[in-house]
């Protein structure tokens, strides 16, 4: 073998005493020969690979083609790893690395161990579990007070009390209609009486059977605040005729005083009074507007309703008082004029609310107030609020 040809270490010539065959050492010495030269070559090509793309930061074998020029480098001298490379039989093999695996030895818990530890674990497991059910019940008891607190208060709204079932407030519903609506109260006058009015008091002075025809404002003073809460303000303008025997300051004290009484419609009807002048009734800023009126004024005043100069009425947002009646009082309230005048008023204005007539509930019960009871009380007992005692 010659000597200029670089083999593995591994690889050694044969035993000189050897004789090769004539025919196939030629042959094998060729391959070799080439096998040799074809490796050198090939790890001369990689190893300038390596370095050209090394130093300029490209990946291995794209340094010439980004340069756009073939490889002209001279081949490199075999390395290291190149040797440690063998040849046999024209096939190149690498030595496999060894890779040593180190594996940690951890005993195993032993019966009693594992025991402990599930008696150590437990305690925790049950305080979530019962933190959990404290949870769910406290949810559960605060959606349960929530949901019976409205349901009660559905039922204390919506239950309907002794007094509002009575025959009473029969028209309750229809009245809140109407007056959401925004339509006229329905004009209203008590029957005639079966028997003439009484005469004027021994002593007194002739009740007027007309005025002047004039009708003067005539200031009311303040109206009690209501004792609840007011749904609406009904602005309230009070009127007398001049010339019908009546005194139009006291006239006036008793109408405020009958609008502000805690026994009104004020906390009847949840209703709030409250007295304009003279300058709003021009303007047009008024809701209801009381006259004290002479009998011919006030059958005037309430056409087309019959009055006959008898008795009061209810029309075209006016509540028209008689000075008859107003001097005079009727037989059920005999010897309690003060109490039917306040009757009047609270009648007359209970039209003006939306309420209409009603029956008597039995002898000897409270009258009520929408009860026709200049006609006659039916077995009832006098009352003059809307509020029943």
């Excluded at 001279?74 to 039989?89: L, N």
């Excluded at 004039?214 to 009690?224: D, M, N, Q, S, T």
């Excluded at 805690?262 to 906390?267: D, P, S």
Aim: proline share 10%; hydrophobic share 35%; net charge positive.
């Amino acid at each position: 073998m010659p000597d200029d040809i670089d083999l593995p270490d591994w690889v050694s010539e044969p035993p000189a005493s050897a004789a090769p065959h004539e025919d196939s050492a030629p042959t094998r010495r060729a391959d070799l020969r080439r096998a040799s030269e074809e490796q050198r070559r090939s790890a001369a090509r990689r190893a300038a690979r390596h370095d050209s793309s090394r130093h300029d930061g490209r990946a291995p074998g794209r340094a010439e083609q980004h340069q756009g020029r073939p490889d002209h480098q001279e081949p490199a001298p075999p390395t290291r790893a190149d040797r440690r490379r063998t040849v046999h039989d024209g096939v190149r093999r690498t030595a496999p690395e060894r890779r040593e695996t180190h594996i940690e030895m951890v005993p195993g818990e032993t019966v009693g161990e594992t025991r402990r530890g599930a008696r150590r674990g437990a305690p925790a497991q049950g305080r979530r579990r019962r933190a959990s059910t404290r949870t769910i019940a406290r949810r559960r008891g605060v959606a349960a007070l929530g949901v019976s607190s409205v349901v009660a208060l559905a039922l204390w709204t919506l239950w309907p009390s002794e007094e509002s079932s009575s025959p009473a407030r029969q028209t309750a519903d229809l009245t809140a209609s109407v007056a959401r609506s925004g339509s006229d109260p329905v004009p209203a006058a008590e029957e005639l009486p079966p028997s003439p009015p009484p005469a004027a008091p021994s002593g007194g002075t002739p009740v007027p059977k007309a005025g002047s025809g004039k009708r003067v404002p005539v200031a009311l003073p303040g109206i009690a605040a209501p004792t609840v809460n007011p749904n609406r303000t009904i602005r309230v303008a009070f009127e007398v005729e001049e010339g019908s025997g009546v005194d139009p300051q006291e006239a006036a004290t008793i109408v405020s005083q009958t609008l502000g009484d805690a026994r009104g419609w004020q906390t009847k009807d949840r209703v709030r009074f409250r007295a304009v002048d003279a300058d709003a009734v021009s303007r047009g800023d008024v809701d209801i507007t009381i006259v004290l009126a002479s009998p011919t004024m006030t059958d005037e005043l309430c056409k087309p309703l019959r009055t006959n100069g008898q008795v009061s009425c209810f029309n075209l947002r006016r509540v028209v008082l008689n000075t008859a009646r107003w001097t005079l009082g009727v037989a059920g309230y005999e010897g309690a004029l003060p109490a039917y005048r306040q009757y009047m008023v609270n009648h007359e204005i209970g039209h003006g609310l939306y309420h209409g007539h009603v029956e008597c509930t039995g002898a000897g019960d409270v009258a009520p107030i929408m009860l026709q009871q200049s006609k006659g009380l039916d077995g009832c007992r006098p009352n003059a609020w809307p509020t029943l005692p």
